[in-house]
Every structure is written in structure tokens, then in C-alpha cells.
């Protein structure tokens, strides 16, 4: 167990509808990094979130959104989902701005979208 | 466009044997990060380089990183059939609070 917890694990729903992602931080952490891994792909960014304030941004689409609560556990809102936003979704959490000491990875959301 | 492609794709080595990957970059960086990831699971941190440091130990892992070159390389040494995994380096950029990762080496180790 890393710290780092995401829910569900699994999720299977349907083109155009609507799911949230989970994430809670491994306790003491301030920042909480999305990235997506589509299959036999390589891991991209998505957003950053320090103490509830949004950091960086990467190659997140317009129908993703994501937020950082007052008790830092962070949700992604993916919307209007499309068979290519099928992949495995992790969470990531450092005790730094910037992960100078690397990052604690949660064990990934599964989406398949049919 | 990924930060860090890693070379090889694929390795595939015998127990007993050292595995090599490598890492180039395309920007500057405050550090470097090896991860593993096993099939479908969560990542897991392996070992952290600065930009001012050269070359890192951690167990049977060396790391070695030539800013000049914009490269690093994971030295994973008498592998074991447990290294079995995807191995990815991971660049801190300057001036960004966000890691880039690379699209990965998959390392099988046969018993």
C-alpha cells in the first residue's frame, strides 16, 4: 500500500456519459498529480493541484476537470467520455510543489468506456 | 510530445545478467527519476539524480546522468526474474512543478 488511494479501481460505462475519479493523497502531501496511460503508452500529464490551487497544466482535454478539496483528496471529472479516454488513470501525490523527491503513485483507476 | 524517450523498447535478458536502459531529454532539468511499474499497477519511485550529481547508487541500481548530453542510464545489476517490468525515467523541468515521463522499457528477465 502506498499511501495513495484511488477509487474505484475498476469502472466500465458507456460513450457520452459521465464518471469521477478519486484520489486521496498519502497523508502530509500537498500536491496531487492526474496523469493518463492509454495502452502500451507512456504516462501523460494531466494536471497539477497544490493545497487545493491548480499548478500545472498538461495535455488535459476540455472535457476533463479536476479539483482539489479543502481535505486535499482530489477528484477528475472525465465527461462526454469517447472510446479513446479508455485507459488507466493515475493519481500521484508529493510532499513538495514540485516532486523534487519523487512522487507516490496510487494504484490507478481502470476506465473502459464501451 | 513525451520529455524523456527511453531506449531500448524492449530488453530481454537471463537472470544473472546487468540490464542497461537509457533515457534522453529534451529541456532542461532540475532532476531525473526512475520508476517501475509492474503490469498494470501503480508506479513506484526507484531512485532520484539532480542535476548537479553524476552518478547515483541504490542497491543494485546505478544511475548516471550527463547533462550535457541530455541523457541518463539505469543500471540494474545480477537482475533477478522479480525485475520483470516496465522501467520509466521521469524529467523535473526547470521552472515547472510538473514531472514528464517517457514512454517506458519493458524489461523481462527469464529465470
Known amino acids: 500500500d502506498s499511501g495513495v488511494t484511488q477509487t474505484p479501481k475498476h469502472l466500465i460505462t458507456a460513450t457520452g456519459q459521465r464518471v469521477t475519479l478519486r484520489c486521496s493523497p498519502r497523508?502530509?502531501?500537498?500536491?496531487v498529480y492526474w496523469y493518463q496511460q492509454s495502452l502500451d503508452q507512456g504516462l501523460q500529464f494531466l494536471i497539477q493541484?497544490?493545497?487545493?490551487?491548480?499548478?500545472a497544466k498538461g495535455n488535459i482535454l476540455e472535457r476533463f476537470s479536476a479539483q482539489q478539496f479543502p481535505d486535499l483528496h482530489s477528484e477528475l471529472n472525465l465527461s462526454s467520455l469517447e472510446l479513446g479516454d479508455s485507459a488507466l488513470y493515475f493519481c500521484?501525490?508529493?510532499?513538495?510543489?514540485?516532486?523534487?523527491?519523487?512522487?507516490?503513485f496510487g494504484s490507478g483507476t481502470r476506465l473502459t468506456v464501451v | 510530445s513525451q520529455q524523456g524517450e527511453e531506449d531500448p523498447q524492449a530488453l530481454s535478458i537471463q537472470e544473472g545478467e546487468n540490464a542497461t536502459m537509457n533515457c534522453s531529454y529534451k529541456?532542461?532539468?532540475?532532476?531525473l527519476q526512475w520508476y517501475r511499474q509492474n503490469s498494470g499497477r501503480g508506479l513506484v519511485h526507484l531512485i532520484l539524480?539532480?542535476?548537479?550529481?553524476r552518478e547515483k547508487h541504490s542497491g543494485r541500481l546505478r544511475v548516471t546522468l550527463d547533462t550535457s548530453k541530455k541523457s541518463s542510464s539505469l543500471l540494474i545489476t545480477a537482475s533477478r526474474a522479480a525485475d520483470t517490468a516496465s522501467y520509466f525515467c521521469?524529467?523535473?523541468?526547470?521552472?515547472?512543478?510538473?514531472?514528464?515521463f517517457g514512454s517506458g522499457t519493458r524489461l523481462l528477465v527469464r529465470p
Open positions: 500521484a501525490s508529493s510532499g513538495t510543489e514540485g516532486g523534487f523527491y519523487g512522487y507516490t
Open positions: 497523508s502530509g502531501d500537498l500536491s
Open positions: 493541484y497544490y493545497n487545493g490551487e491548480e499548478r
Open positions: 529541456t532542461s532539468i532540475n532532476n
Open positions: 539524480i539532480r542535476s548537479n550529481e
Open positions: 521521469a524529467t523535473g523541468i526547470i521552472s515547472s512543478y510538473k514531472l514528464i
